[in-house]
């Protein structure tokens, strides 16, 4: 009799899968290169705390999208009178107030219409259905309300730096495999094959760990994985093979890890690519077709060059100053 085969997964739950990875692997607050600082972030600041005084300071706030609650824990400790309230697809909690975030999808929220002051997204809208999250946001938000967005340009740093992710989960790939078959070989081949692998692999490192990715650390601790299998071939004791049995099956556990991540990027540098405004008058068209104002569109532009000097002196330049970094938007219902 035939194993049944498990349903093939929709779109919706592709991506709340691949979220779900990110999130389990990442060591970063919210999402890549959020920081205190970041232009993007000052769109997002200013114009809530704009839209808050319209409500006396104290207004009903929903950060769709909201990861790790990065942004809606600064927004607590600005407006401590406002009632800030988050939601999430992915298996994740925020860091502070778990007790008003709720697990759910951006196209269909469990909120009660008319029920907020001020929405909030940054970069969730992109990875959603569109149509289905306007929807939503403007059935859940109060008549006056306003609606706060960040959302990716194109042309953006952030989609550069994903990019590298997906080169840095790429060429771990080539190390890890390359590291089992030497620990099967132990053919000097093999070995300067690992070694080979890892040279790229620290500068990528390096790289990604600026975002909130495995750093050069985790480097290190591979090129230790490999001297310590090296020594034990050279000079075998007691009990060796059944290391080795468990290092392969350990090395594959981590192939299966980092494959899991680099899914995860694919799927959402695919997704994400359909899914762009090509501009600013596209934006605003598709947000009045939704039954909103616009009442601000703008492309937030890095503020200096945007470049990392690795370890071995040379510099990876990610953006110029004045490159496109995000669109923001500002909405009335």
């Not at 078959?181 to 890892?198: C, E």
């Not at 290391?243 to 995860?264: F, T």
Request: with cysteine; aromatic share 8%; charged share 30%.
């Amino acid at each position: 009799m035939q194993p049944r085969r498990a349903p093939k997964l929709g779109r919706a739950e592709r991506r709340i899968l691949s979220w779900n990875r990110y999130w389990r692997h990442t060591k970063a607050p919210s999402a890549p290169l959020y920081a205190a600082g970041d232009p993007s972030v000052d769109f997002v600041e200013s114009r809530i705390a704009a839209s808050a005084r319209q409500f006396g300071g104290s207004p009903r706030i929903l950060d769709i999208g909201a990861g790790r609650g990065f942004l809606t824990g600064w927004i607590r400790r600005v407006l401590p009178r406002a009632d800030v309230h988050t939601t999430d697809a992915a298996d994740i909690a925020p860091l502070e107030h778990p007790e008003k975030h709720i697990r759910a999808p951006a196209e269909r929220l469990p909120h009660a219409s008319d029920s907020f002051n001020i929405i909030m997204s940054t970069f969730a809208m992109d990875y959603t259905q569109r149509e289905l999250f306007a929807g939503e946001m403007r059935r859940v938000l109060k008549k006056g309300g306003t609606a706060v967005l960040l959302l990716h340009h194109p042309q953006s740093t952030l989609l550069k730096a994903m990019q590298i992710e997906r080169q840095c989960i790429l060429s771990e790939l080539v190390y890890l495999r390359r590291f089992r078959k030497y620990t099967k070989t132990g053919s000097k081949a093999d070995f300067d094959g690992a070694i080979n692998a890892l040279k790229p692999l620290r500068e990528l490192k390096e790289i990604s760990g600026r975002f909130g990715g495995g750093g050069p650390e985790e480097t290190e601790a591979y090129m230790q994985m490999l001297a310590t299998t090296k020594a034990a071939k050279e000079q075998p004791k007691p009990g060796g093979k059944e290391m080795e049995k468990k290092r392969i099956a350990g090395i594959g556990n981590a192939i299966r890890e980092v494959a899991s991540r680099g899914a995860h990027t694919r799927f959402l540098l695919r997704h994400r690519g359909a899914q762009l405004f090509a501009s600013e008058a596209e934006m605003r068209q598709f947000f009045e077709k939704h039954g909103f104002a616009v009442l601000e569109t703008t492309v937030i532009r890095e503020g200096t060059d945007s470049h990392i000097r690795l370890g071995t002196g040379r510099a990876v330049g990610l953006g110029r100053k004045g490159d496109p970094r995000a669109y923001g938007i500002v909405l009335k219902k």
